[in-house]
């Protein structure tokens, strides 16, 4: 995923961007870097490796350093960036959030017609942020080039261009990220997380709308290009990925999550001694049901958060499930003998999860029944960097799926999607027995989408119904 965060002020911007640029830690794990500019000195930058500690130890001395009133910070899980970009369209600073999924077409595209390089990263690929730029390039003016490139990548983008007299905002085509505007005296603020800048003074002014594009003054937001009538956001922002303080489209975070919880428990039969969630983003889904069921919440493990704060980190999955396990102590005399139910927000290649549920049997706990936040994933997110998996085979379902056609059984994935058919339970139950649960149950995509309660047709659930 990745997260970003734009200041346009009157006075120097750069305290700002930093702390509003740091509330997006959650969102990415790898890089993180800010860029500036000022009449006086011109375009300044600083990009840090995030992987072994926190966004504001590694930018501590560029923020006492740097100085601007105009300014993009960004957060990201691979590439580098804010760039500063030399073009016809003059000097610019570019950040990006989403995923690129035809990138070898483009890259070809703008060989054949000529004079395009690029620069290759560490892993070998192109920088995704640096091939938005290239596009952009392609027209005559930043306005023309951004709509350029929204139309012909494959996937998502939202971008941040930060030029001399103001950043360009653009929200991806159809809204699966969010862009919310914030409002001061003397200044604007551009952040993917609308909690982000509370502390620092601004207030609400509004999201963008889909497709749209404004560019940012320290005195105005002025639209350019009007937003689309359709929108596909992103449903796992709010069971997963969001910050709890945060909202989309109206609808808190927080809010939704015990919501989710809350229907979860209504259609359950188990009558467990205590309902827990798995630290962080499974805890509010829990508190839901506890609320609605009247079953007793408790931490039956805690997180380790002074040296383990945030869940994203590693990207390395051998290394995640190693340091999932670390991060979770145990509170023996809450799980012996216990029958516990435990709420995550989702499952994905079921080895963390696992683990715990072991983990728990080994602290002594009697029974581990297992409910999810979110329906089966059955699908690879095709437009955020939800997970780098290169297959859709490292999803638990699939797998299943997998074994149950190499008994000879013909598949039709559709069935399996729907949580009233006799394959999609045949699916769960033999999740619930690979991975050791007393028992588990998903939630259903219509009481998730009633959770967040905004309409199905302005939702992106892909990743479970592979419907577009």
Same mark, same amino acid.
Request: aromatic share 10%; glycine share 8%.
């Given at each position: 995923?990745?997260?970003?965060?734009?200041?346009?002020?009157?006075?120097?911007?750069?305290?700002?961007?930093?702390?509003? *640029?740091?509330?997006?830690?959650?969102?990415?794990?790898?890089?993180?870097?800010?860029?500036?500019?000022?009449?006086?000195?011109?375009?300044?930058?600083?990009?840090?490796?995030?992987?072994?500690?926190?966004?504001?130890?590694?930018?501590?001395?560029?923020?006492?350093?740097?100085?601007?009133?105009?300014?993009?910070?960004?957060?990201?899980?691979?590439?580098?960036?804010?760039?500063?970009?030399?073009?016809?369209?003059?000097?610019?600073?570019?950040?990006?959030?989403?995923?690129?999924?035809?990138?070898?077409?483009?890259?070809?595209?703008?060989?054949?017609?000529?004079?395009?390089?690029? #620069?290759?990263?560490?892993?070998?690929?192109?920088?995704?942020?640096?091939?938005?730029?290239?596009?952009?390039?392609?027209?005559?003016?930043?306005?023309?080039?951004?709509?350029?490139?929204?139309?012909?990548?494959?996937?998502?983008?939202?971008?941040?261009?930060?030029?001399?007299?103001?950043?360009?905002?653009? +929200?991806?085509?159809?809204?699966?990220?969010?862009?919310?505007?914030?409002?001061?005296?003397?200044?604007?603020?551009?952040?993917?997380?609308?909690?982000?800048?509370?502390?620092?003074?601004?207030?609400?002014?509004?999201?963008?709308?889909?497709?749209?594009?404004?560019?940012?003054?320290?005195?105005?937001?002025? *639209?350019?290009?009007?937003?689309?009538?359709?929108?596909?956001?992103? *449903?796992?922002?709010?069971?997963?990925?969001?910050?709890?303080?945060?909202?989309?489209?109206?609808?808190?975070?927080?809010?939704?999550?015990?919501?989710?919880?809350?229907?979860?428990?209504?259609?359950?039969?188990?009558?467990?001694?205590?309902?827990?969630?798995?630290?962080?983003?499974?805890? !509010?889904?829990?508190?839901?049901?506890?609320?609605?069921?009247?079953?007793?919440?408790?931490?039956?493990?805690?997180?380790?958060?002074?040296?383990?704060?945030?869940?994203?980190?590693?990207?390395?999955? *051998?290394?995640?499930?190693?340091?999932?396990?670390?991060?979770?102590?145990?509170?023996?005399?809450?799980?012996?003998?216990?029958?516990?139910?435990?709420?995550?927000?989702?499952?994905?290649?079921?080895?963390?999860?696992?683990?715990?549920?072991?983990?728990?049997?080994?602290?002594?706990?009697?029974?581990?029944?297992?409910?999810?936040?979110?329906?089966?994933?059955?699908?690879?997110? $095709?437009?955020?960097?939800?997970?780098?998996?290169?297959?859709?085979?490292?999803?638990?379902? +699939?797998?299943?799926?997998?074994?149950?056609?190499?008994?000879?059984?013909?598949?039709?994935?559709?069935?399996?999607?729907? !949580?009233?058919?006799?394959?999609?339970?045949?699916?769960?139950?033999?999740?619930?027995?690979? #991975?050791?649960?007393?028992?588990? +149950?998903?939630?259903?995509?219509?009481?998730?989408?009633?959770?967040?309660?905004?309409? $199905?047709? $302005?939702?992106?659930?892909?990743?479970?119904?592979?419907?577009?």
């Amino acid at each position: 995923m990745g997260g970003f965060f734009g200041v346009a002020s009157n006075e120097d911007c750069v305290f700002d961007l930093f702390f509003g *640029t740091d509330y997006h830690s959650h969102l990415g794990t790898r890089r993180a870097g800010m860029a500036v500019y000022s009449e006086e000195k011109g375009y300044d930058r600083a990009i840090h490796n995030i992987e072994n500690s926190p966004f504001r130890t590694k930018f501590d001395k560029d923020v006492n350093e740097m100085r601007g009133n105009l300014g993009i910070g960004c957060i990201s899980d691979y590439e580098p960036q804010p760039l500063i970009v030399r073009s016809h369209h003059g000097t610019y600073a570019i950040a990006t959030v989403g995923k690129i999924n035809n990138t070898d077409a483009i890259v070809k595209d703008l060989f054949a017609k000529g004079h395009a390089h690029f #620069l290759e990263m560490s892993g070998g690929d192109i920088n995704a942020t640096e091939l938005v730029a290239s596009i952009v390039n392609q027209k005559d003016n930043l306005v023309e080039g951004i709509q350029y490139a929204q139309e012909i990548i494959d996937g998502s983008m939202t971008m941040l261009i930060m030029t001399p007299k103001g950043i360009y905002a653009a +929200r991806d085509r159809m809204g699966r990220t969010p862009v919310a505007i914030g409002k001061k005296d003397g200044a604007h603020c551009i952040s993917f997380e609308s909690f982000a800048y509370l502390n620092l003074g601004y207030k609400e002014e509004r999201e963008l709308g889909p497709g749209e594009i404004v560019v940012v003054t320290p005195e105005s937001v002025h *639209t350019l290009v009007q937003p689309g009538k359709d929108m596909k956001i992103c *449903t796992f922002l709010w069971v997963y990925y969001g910050y709890p303080s945060s909202s989309y489209e109206g609808i808190s975070v927080e809010k939704m999550r015990y919501n989710c919880g809350e229907l979860l428990a209504e259609r359950d039969d188990v009558k467990p001694d205590i309902v827990a969630g798995v630290p962080d983003s499974g805890t !509010p889904h829990a508190i839901g049901y506890a609320n609605r069921s009247g079953i007793p919440f408790s931490r039956p493990f805690i997180k380790y958060t002074p040296t383990w704060p945030r869940s994203f980190m590693p990207t390395i999955q *051998t290394q995640r499930n190693m340091i999932a396990k670390m991060k979770l102590i145990p509170v023996h005399d809450l799980i012996q003998d216990k029958s516990l139910l435990l709420i995550d927000d989702s499952i994905v290649r079921g080895t963390q999860l696992g683990e715990t549920t072991e983990f728990l049997y080994e602290s002594g706990a009697k029974e581990v029944h297992i409910r999810t936040a979110c329906p089966p994933l059955m699908y690879g997110c $095709k437009y955020l960097n939800f997970s780098r998996s290169s297959s859709e085979m490292d999803l638990i379902t +699939r797998r299943v799926i997998k074994e149950i056609e190499e008994e000879g059984k013909e598949i039709d994935l559709k069935n399996y999607v729907d !949580p009233d058919t006799p394959e999609y339970q045949d699916m769960v139950d033999r999740i619930c027995k690979k #991975l050791n649960f007393t028992s588990l +149950r998903f939630h259903r995509l219509d009481d998730m989408i009633k959770s967040v309660g905004i309409d $199905k047709c $302005k939702l992106c659930t892909y990743c479970w119904d592979g419907k577009e």
